[in-house]
């Protein structure tokens, strides 16, 4: 088997996966729970303590948004998460303006959905190796 061949076949896996779990993500924003201002309380304002001054402010403005209309951000979050599954399942291969860059923002997104809580600051500024 050629060298490329099976790179290509390692990067359709990679970014199905990432296709896979953002149709999950999105699937899971469906949840009633999500839709009420407990999920704000929650899960949201929990992220706050500990994030760099620039992504709290963002955060925090995000929250604000979410806290006054719980039902429509919940199903814009969801549809955004499921368009960026369906995206890098459709499009795996058709290049950086598609399936590679779909690849690199949704992580990115996720990256500073989930608020990085500390953890993955920490792992940047002082990687393991």
Do not use: N
């Not at 955004?80 to 369906?86: E, K, R």
């Amino acid at each position: 088997m050629p060298p490329d061949r099976g790179r290509g076949a390692a990067r359709r896996l990679v970014w199905r996966g990432f296709g896979g779990l953002w149709l999950l993500d999105g699937l899971l924003q469906l949840q009633p729970a999500m839709f009420t201002a407990a999920f704000v309380r929650q899960v949201l304002e929990p992220l706050l303590p500990g994030q760099p001054a620039w992504l709290e402010g963002l955060l925090r403005g995000g929250i604000g948004l979410w806290s006054a209309a719980p039902a429509l951000a919940d199903g814009s979050a969801a549809a955004v998460q499921l368009a960026i599954g369906v995206l890098l399942l459709v499009w795996p291969e058709s290049g950086p303006r598609t399936g590679r860059g779909w690849s690199w923002q949704s992580c990115g997104a996720w990256w500073c959905g989930f608020g990085a809580k500390g953890w993955a600051w920490r792992w940047c500024r002082e990687p393991p190796w």
